[in-house]
């Protein structure tokens, strides 16, 4: 059974509501937001121009019809500053839009990442938004890792992931250890186990 990376906490927090939702849980017409339009006119960027990335941008305000002019020009600020950071770093970025999968044996984590780096260490994965509160805690974060080692096949020690804000500031990664990642994977596939427990009692 797939589950989301970013649906992994509340799936902890409570595997009986989180299966109860999986399973009734039916999808709506996508409707392109804000914040979603300036993460897509940063991946234009990191495939081809600062100036494509600008006229993506801008297609998809008229496109959609974007009214709020006050957060219209937040996006276009946050999009020239990240821009501007990327490019005074030298970013080498193997990859946007990464899909993540990784087998805990029930359950199948999957996904998708925001942006992986090419670093002197490896690689580095980032999450584009604010990062969550104790976010180094979550569970996603070393598995996330694991996936990565596995994906791009490298040792897990020259992976590392975090979070970005998506103006380019706070950059925050961090390395789990051996032990940290076998226990995550050995968590994982108990959360499956209970989700198997349940999926039994409702069919």
């Not at 009986?16 to 996508?30: F, G, L, N």
């Not at 791009?152 to 990642?181: A, H, K, M, W």
């Amino acid at each position: 059974m797939r589950i989301p990376h970013n649906q992994l906490e509340d799936c902890l927090s409570n595997p009986a509501k989180w299966y109860s939702s999986a399973r009734t849980d039916v999808s709506h017409p996508y409707k392109l937001g804000y914040d979603r339009a300036l993460l897509l006119s940063i991946f234009q960027f990191h495939k081809t121009s600062a100036n494509d990335a600008r006229q993506h941008l801008s297609n998809t305000i008229t496109r959609h019809n974007f009214k709020d002019s006050n957060r219209v020009a937040a996006i276009e600020d946050r999009l020239e500053s990240y821009m501007a950071w990327a490019t005074s770093h030298n970013i080498k970025v193997a990859e946007v839009q990464a899909k993540v999968r990784l087998d805990g044996g029930f359950l199948e984590l999957r996904g998708e990442i925001s942006r992986v780096d090419v670093t002197p260490d490896g690689y580095r994965t980032v999450i584009l938004r604010d990062p969550p509160p104790n976010w180094e805690r979550e569970l996603r974060m070393p598995l996330l890792q694991l996936a990565a080692s596995i994906n791009y096949g490298r040792p897990d020690q020259e992976i590392s992931v975090g979070f970005q804000r998506v103006d380019g500031t706070s950059l925050r990664v961090r390395t789990y250890n051996t032990s940290q990642l076998r226990a995550a994977l050995t968590k994982f596939k108990r959360l499956g186990g209970r989700i198997r427990q349940l999926s039994r009692l409702k069919s």
